[in-house]
């Protein structure tokens, strides 16, 4: 078999498809290996370049395969579709992620060590928590006001909530008792949130990243561990607007003919991102309007543009101003923001 100078691997659960072309561009391999037969066949592999798609497993793969000496390359599946020819299968993937992982302009993932995955892990636990809490809530409200009770908005207004209930004999005793089994499983959950956060804010304290961007206003503990750990390499990003664009704050480009055409934020990259950073931009302008003095344009902009339409543009100025902390190595300067923000 001729040397084989470039893979690309589709994984799956038990079953990989690979594709490799050697130096004139040919194929030489097409093959499909099973899970047990991965590992021995790339350690008998001379080293060479693999591109796999970014998803489950994906950064596993990596980090494995560069043990052996092979250099894996993870790309963004959006970005190896254009290269996949008629019809979707498993070998056409796994030629495609050939053909992409060979293009000079071609984007990679960095791969994520296993610290970072188990912090990231974390993360998303904490979401998935807050998840079910909020649907808790609003299922222990609805059935509450079904007897005519209700509770001022707030997390904290359910123990309250629940104790009123426990405490009404007007209730038929079955409704107190599902009532009760509901404030058993909030307490569980309130507990096992307080766990999950004492440990992020651990890992946030011994990151000298995530505590300067704890600093910028609007973003706080939580939102800093998530831009320190799903964030790339920083640098990698050509400017703060690029690692906004990333996230997905910035408009989207339907220009043609030299006329300039922008739509509404892209809403690419990591949704949890995103989301963290609006939400702090909401919290942030909230505070503003309490009386706190923030920057000018922003009281400007308020002044002219639908209040949700202010928040995202808040949002993009934060995470522009994390991309500067991050490359740069500084801390927060609010006298240099509300300078350059005039």
């Known amino acids: 078999m001729d040397q084989i100078t470039r893979i690309g691997m589709d994984t799956s659960k038990q079953l990989f498809q690979l594709h490799g072309v050697n130096a004139a561009e040919e194929p030489v391999l097409r093959r499909k290996l099973r899970r047990s037969q991965m590992i021995a066949f790339f350690a008998a592999l001379p080293p060479t370049v693999i591109g796999i798609e970014a998803g489950g497993a994906a950064h596993h793969w990596s980090r494995t395969l560069s043990a052996l000496g092979h250099e894996v390359r993870i790309m963004a599946p959006q970005f190896v579709k254009p290269y996949v ?3 979707k299968n498993d070998a056409a993937d796994a030629e495609a992620l050939c053909e992409a992982v060979s293009r000079p302009t071609m984007r990679f993932v960095p791969e994520k060590t296993a610290e970072q995955q188990a912090a990231l ?8 928590l807050v998840r079910s809490r909020t649907q808790l809530t609003n299922a222990i409200r609805g059935h509450a006001a079904e007897f ?3 509770a001022a908005r707030g997390t904290d207004k359910i123990a309250p909530l629940l104790e009123r209930i426990a405490g009404d004999s007007n209730l038929p005793a079955l ?14 959950l309130q507990e096992r949130l307080k766990k999950v956060d004492v440990a992020l804010m651990a890992w946030h304290r011994q990151s000298e990243v995530s505590r300067r961007l704890a600093e910028i206003p609007g973003v706080g503990p939580i939102g800093a561990s998530m831009l320190a750990l799903k964030t790339p390499d920083p640098r990698s990003f050509k400017s703060a607007r690029h690692f906004a664009a990333w996230i997905g704050l ?11 055409r922008l739509g509404g934020i892209t809403r690419a990259g990591d949704e949890g991102l995103r989301s963290v950073l609006v939400v702090g931009a909401t919290a942030l302008i909230q505070h503003m309007r309490r009386g706190s003095r923030l920057w000018p344009w922003l009281q400007r902009l308020l002044a002219s543009k639908p209040y949700k339409l202010v928040a995202v543009a808040l949002a993009n100025k934060i995470a522009r101003i994390a991309w500067k902390l991050m490359t740069s190595g500084h801390g927060y300067e609010p006298a240099y923001v509300l300078r350059a923000a005039v």
């Open 85 to 87: 020819k008629r019809g």
């Open 121 to 128: 892990m974390l993360v998303s636990l904490r979401d998935r």
């Open 148 to 150: 005519g009770l209700i």
């Open 175 to 188: 409704a107190r008792s599902l009532f009760a089994q509901l404030g058993e499983e909030f307490a569980q």
């Open 250 to 260: 910035t408009p989207k480009d339907h220009s043609t003919g030299g006329r300039t």
